[in-house]
């Protein structure tokens, strides 16, 4: 069963499990009698651990790879597309692109395109709603800069938590070689990711689009 949970929720489970446990067995030893209370917090149980089992899955995907494509970095929906100043690394306009990830969203985050990080930061932040315009540059968050090596492109990415969302978990660093589609980090709850693309990219995507990591098509950039 575990092979289906991501590796950031399993410990959560285990302890959450025995948690559980603990609750039904002091429900019955202090109210042996109350037959419905026991049925009442065994269903409750169970339902939360179905919920966080829901929230931590990591299901097996088929991923879209082509080197002139920029695939979604996590599942969700499109809630902004505009052109931006951006002031952490390029300092010039991009076009961003930001997915939001509700609660029922698988929360892996995967790489857009494949090249090598040229940048990265971690920031920590506020915890503003996730759809708040202030998120991207007060929230706490991480930026990566991955550059197409064939192309010359470069992406940059911004893992951003929000109000529920309070811990950002990231696998890769400076200097580092990555895949299209591969796992870069992880969100805990609802959260949100930003990609700031070159101006001339030709977007697939517009605002209220559903979107999956490592298989949408967000946009291509022209050769």
């Known amino acids: 069963m575990f092979r289906f949970i991501h590796k950031e929720g399993r410990t959560i489970l285990v302890m959450f499990l025995i948690t559980l446990v603990l609750l039904n067995v002091a429900v019955h030893g202090f109210f042996p009698a109350d037959k419905v209370l026991h049925i009442i917090t065994l269903l409750v149980s169970l339902g939360a651990l179905a919920f966080a089992m829901y929230f931590f899955r990591n299901p097996k995907r088929m991923l879209y790879l082509d080197e002139g494509a920029i695939v979604a970095p996590a599942d969700g929906k499109i809630v902004v597309v505009e052109q931006t ?3 952490e ?8 692109v930001s997915i939001f990830m509700s ?3 698988v929360h892996v985050n995967r790489t857009p395109i494949a090249g090598q990080v040229k940048y990265f930061k971690y920031h920590p932040g506020k915890y503003l709603l996730a759809w708040h315009p202030k998120s991207s540059t007060e929230n706490e968050r991480t930026t990566f800069v991955i550059e197409d090596e064939d192309d010359q492109v470069e992406i940059l990415m911004r893992q951003i938590a929000g109000t529920v969302a309070r811990r950002i978990k990231f696998y890769v660093e400076e200097g580092a070689e990555v895949q299209q589609g ?6 805990k709850f ?7 693309l070159p101006l001339n990219a030709e977007l697939e995507v517009n605002v209220g689009d559903k979107v999956k990591g490592g298989q949408t098509v967000i946009a291509r950039i022209p050769r």
């Open 85 to 87: 100043m951006e002031n």
């Open 182 to 187: 591969a796992e870069f980090g992880f969100i």
């Open 103 to 105: 609660v029922k969203n």
């Open 190 to 196: 609802g959260s949100r990711v930003d990609l700031f």
């Open 89 to 96: 690394y390029f300092n010039d306009m991009r076009l961003q």
